[in-house]
């Protein structure tokens, strides 16, 4: 919607905060039928859902020099998957051959028939939501998660018909061209913000690493085309934070708590964390955001107290430890571009 209000509207708001956008609704939709598509022949039942968590926090919890529970930079990160195979019959504490070849399929993201990529991927890391959006009840393809549901109704009442069955019928080489009709005001992927620019307006944007929702590598590729469009200015006028291990909005086991929707309270309401402040100080006073402090509550429950804190760093920046101090404090990390 605010991506939306800022491509169609420009003139409308001086400053816009857009959180775990859908950027492309349509395309969006296609990749839950793959998903869907995906796990068909393999249902996977919630309580196998651990054991892919714990796989994928294992290989790739450490690769920012600190073991401490949150994948920060998932994207980076490559699972062996078939390593979880089961070596005999199905069994809770692994995967058989086909529920492997499901997962790769929705850590890769819809291809064609050719191999093309058509959209990105789920990264890996935080799969603790799966059940909800991605897997559902494991009896029947990926029935009735949020993606299943989202998709059949889009592709039947929307664009095929109400006795459409996508899961099973639609083709990933010919059937994108029906969503054109419906792009225009569906999606929201325009790259030129040259207006909205131009009269002074601020976004900010950020999105959780562990959102099972909307892939988070969809916003990274819209703002690296924004950049592509807008060149070195583009911080002038548009940032982006990622958050690692947050899932859709919020929750997930990372520090997800800084005054976005549906995160409940801030722990201070001062731009250095909160959001909203952030953006409204970039508006009124010329000062942009280098940094938001996101807050970990014990339980994500604000009552309980502070578990964590952590700084999200201006895409593509990620938090790094100084050495010393402890790992819950955000003042003992720094913001540094990552190694290649």
């Known amino acids: ?181 419906f792009e225009k005001d569906q999606d929201a992927a325009q790259t030129d913000l040259s207006t909205f620019k131009a009269r002074g307006g601020k976004l900010i944007m950020y999105h959780g690493w562990a959102d099972h929702s909307i892939t988070p590598l969809r916003t990274v590729q819209y703002y690296e085309d924004v950049r592509k469009v807008h060149g070195a200015g583009t911080a002038d006028f548009a940032r982006l934070f990622m958050v690692p291990g947050m899932h859709h909005c919020s929750k997930g086991p990372g520090p997800n708590s800084f005054g976005g929707s549906g995160q409940g309270f801030s722990p201070r309401y001062e731009p250095e964390f909160d959001v909203v402040m952030a953006l409204d100080r970039w508006v009124d006073q010329g000062i942009a955001p280098q940094q938001i402090v996101a807050t970990k509550y014990v339980n994500d429950d604000s009552k309980q107290g502070v578990a964590r804190t952590r700084p999200l760093c201006l895409y593509p920046q990620v938090a790094r430890y100084k050495g010393t101090g402890s790992i819950d404090d955000a003042a003992n990390f720094a913001c540094a571009t990552p190694a290649k």
């Open 1 to 181: 919607m605010g991506l939306t209000e800022l491509q169609k509207y420009p003139q409308d708001f001086d400053g816009v905060v857009v959180g775990n956008p859908v950027i492309d609704r349509t395309r969006l939709m296609m990749s839950y039928t793959y998903n869907a598509r995906a796990l068909a022949p393999a249902p996977i039942p919630p309580q196998k859902i651990a054991l892919l968590e714990k796989a994928t926090l294992a290989a790739c919890d450490g690769r920012d020099g600190l073991v401490d529970g949150v994948i920060d930079s998932p994207a980076q990160c490559k699972v062996d998957l078939r390593a979880l195979t089961c070596r005999g019959t199905d069994a809770a504490d692994c995967f058989t051959a086909g529920q492997v070849a499901a997962l790769e399929k929705i850590y890769n993201g819809p291809h064609d028939s050719k191999g093309n990529r058509l959209y990105p991927g789920f990264p890996p890391g935080h799969e603790g939501d799966y059940e909800a959006y991605i897997t559902g009840s494991g009896k029947l393809n990926s029935h009735p998660s949020g993606q299943w549901s989202f998709q059949d109704g889009f592709m039947r009442y929307f664009v095929f018909g109400e006795k459409y069955d996508a899961v099973a019928d639609f083709n990933f080489d010919r059937d994108i061209a029906a969503f054109a009709p």
